[in-house]
C-alpha cells in the first residue's frame, strides 16, 4: 500500500495513473494483459473510483483500452502504430525546431539542462544495471529531454497534440530500444540536435532528430 502522504500533492486519480502508468511502461503489465481494477485499488489502499477515472484518462492518451461488458487492457503496439506515432512526432517536432531557432528560443541554461540529460542517459547506459533498468531509465531521460524542447518553443497547439501522445511515444520508444539494444547509440544520437540546435542549423537540426527517431519507422 501506498503511503497517506504521497496523497498530499496529488488526487487520487493521479496516483492512480502515475501507478498504471509506471506499471505498463516498466513492462510489468505486460500488451494485452488485463488490468484487474480490484486488485489495483487494493495495491493503493483507495477506493475503486479513481482508478476508473485513472484507467479512463489512461484510455484517452491511447496506453490502455476498455473494452465493454470484457474489461480494460493494455494497448499493444503495431509496427504500424509505431510508424504513425514516429511520422506525427517528426512532423510536430521538426515544425518546433524551426520555430526555437528562427524565434532564438534557446539560450545557454537551456542547452546545460539538455546536455545534462545526455550525460545522466550515457551514464546509464554505461552503468552496471541490467538492461530493463537501463532501458526505463534512459527513455525517462530521453523523453524529458524532448518535452523540454516542445516546452521553449511557445507552440500550444503542437505543444498539446505532443504532450496527449506523448505515453503512446514513451511505450514506442521503448519497444524499439528492446528491438534494437542500443542503449549507448540512444543516448549518443542526441548529441547532434543539441550541436546543430546550438549552430542555429536548423536543416541539420532536424536532420539529427530523424536519424534519432531511425528513418526505418517512417517508410
Known sequence: MIAQTSYQTKSLKDVAVNYLTEKILTGEYKPNEKINEVQVAKELGI?????????????????????????????ELTEKDIKEIYQIRLSLESCIIDKIIDNDKLNEKDFKFLEDKIELMEETANS??????????INKEDIKFHKYIWEKADSPRRLKILFDLHLQLQMAMLFDTEMTGDLKNTAETHKDIVKHLRAGDAKKAKAALVEHIEMYKLS
Open 128 to 137: 552496471d544495471d541490467d538492461f530493463n533498468t537501463k532501458k526505463i531509465k
Open 47 to 75: 477506493s475503486r473510483a479513481p482508478i476508473r477515472e485513472g484507467i479512463k484518462e489512461l484510455s484517452s492518451q491511447g496506453l490502455v483500452k476498455q473494452i465493454p461488458r470484457k474489461g480494460t487492457y493494455v494497448v
